[in-house]
Each structure stands twice: as structure tokens, then as C-alpha cells.
């Protein structure tokens, strides 16, 4: 298996984690000019970006390190870019950036792990 099919094989698996949870998915793999969210859901009212990070085990470092600045800002880029060919202006929705770590077996779920990164 490549990087790309285990990374949408480990993203399926966060968005059924998060679909139990009782979010909605409403995209998978959003990508725009320098943007990019592995899960945009819904959680009531609040729309959430998701980035998704997968390691094997802790020999490469936990996967909530790997969400740098840089992925912070392309997943920031993308809920505008999502908010902006949905006419949904940001004043009047609300929205929320989450990270899903998945080491071998185990969920982590990090709600409002980061904020808006410019």
C-alpha cells in the first residue's frame, strides 16, 4: 500500500469514529489553491475541519506532532475557501479546526486543537 491509500484508508476510519459521534460528513479530501482538509463535518450547528494524522506506533513520534503550522494554515485556507464557494460568511457560521491521531489502534480526537492560523 502507498502513502495516499493508507492515508484515505485511515481517514475513512476517522470519518465512521466521527459519524458515530453523531457529526455529519459533508466532504472528504477538500482541496483548493493551497488548501487542503481531510474531513469537513458538521457537529450540530458548528462546521469542523479535520485533519487526520496516522502513525504505526510511537517510533515516529506521536501523529498529533505532525500538525505543524504550515498543515494548520492549508487547513485554515481550506475552511475559507469551503466557506466561500458555499456563501457561508464567517461571521455568521460557526466553525471549529479538530485533529484525529490514529497509532495503530487508537483514536485520539482533539476537538478545537487549534484556532484560525493565517
Do not use: C, W
Amino acid at each position: 500500500m502507498n502513502t495516499r491509500e493508507i492515508g484515505t484508508r485511515y481517514e475513512k476510519e476517522a470519518a465512521e469514529f466521527l459519524e458515530k459521534k453523531g457529526y455529519k460528513i459533508l466532504e472528504m479530501n477538500f482541496r483548493g489553491r493551497n488548501a487542503e482538509a481531510d474531513i469537513i463535518a458538521k457537529d450540530g450547528n458548528t462546521y469542523v475541519f479535520v485533519e487526520v494524522k496516522y502513525r504505526l506506533s510511537a517510533g515516529s513520534g506521536h501523529p498529533l506532532e505532525a500538525v505543524t503550522y504550515a498543515k494548520q494554515r492549508k487547513v485554515s485556507a481550506a475552511a475559507l475557501y469551503y466557506m466561500s464557494i458555499h456563501k457561508l460568511a464567517p461571521d455568521a457560521v460557526s466553525i471549529r479546526f479538530d485533529v484525529i491521531g490514529i497509532e495503530g489502534s487508537e483514536i485520539t480526537h482533539i476537538e478545537n486543537a487549534f484556532y484560525y492560523t493565517r
